[in-house]
């Protein structure tokens, strides 16, 4: 059993930055892909970014240029920097890791990770 636990949000002007972490308690970070997914109130999970156990990344378009995931194996924590932040970005992010699937490609469905943390929550203001 793989714990996660989010940190780092806020409540933030559009433009500002933040940096979220997502601490693990798995002894090898790299033997988990990982991603983060935001779900926004009245709107359907979203993935964000991912990182395969290769340390190939994916990001969404949406945030594509602004947003960088990255993975500290010896601290065992995931990070996602977020800049010029805007209000639609406004939502729960929560960490999530998986042991199966692609070696290689970033797995982006919910169903495809079999570990979560409780989220964090991001609040935009314009």
């Known amino acids: 059993q793989v714990q996660l636990v989010e940190s780092g949000g806020g409540l933030v002007q559009a433009g500002d930055s933040l940096r979220l972490s997502c601490a693990s308690s798995a002894l090898s970070l790299s033997d988990y892909g990982m991603a983060w997914f935001r779900q926004a109130p009245g709107k359907e999970s979203e993935f964000v970014a991912g990182?395969?156990?290769?340390?190939?990344?994916i990001d969404a378009g949406s945030v594509r240029g602004r947003f960088t995931i990255s993975r500290d194996n010896g601290q065992r924590r995931l990070y996602l920097q977020m800049t010029s932040l805007k209000p639609e970005d406004t939502a729960v992010y929560l960490c999530?890791?998986?042991?199966?699937?692609?070696?290689?490609?970033?797995?982006?469905?919910?169903?495809?990770?079999?570990?979560w943390g409780q989220g964090t929550q991001v609040t935009v203001s314009s």
């Open positions: 999530a890791a998986s042991r199966s699937g692609s070696y290689f490609v970033p797995e982006q469905r919910r169903e495809d990770y079999a570990y």
């Open positions: 990182i395969s156990r290769s340390g190939q990344i």
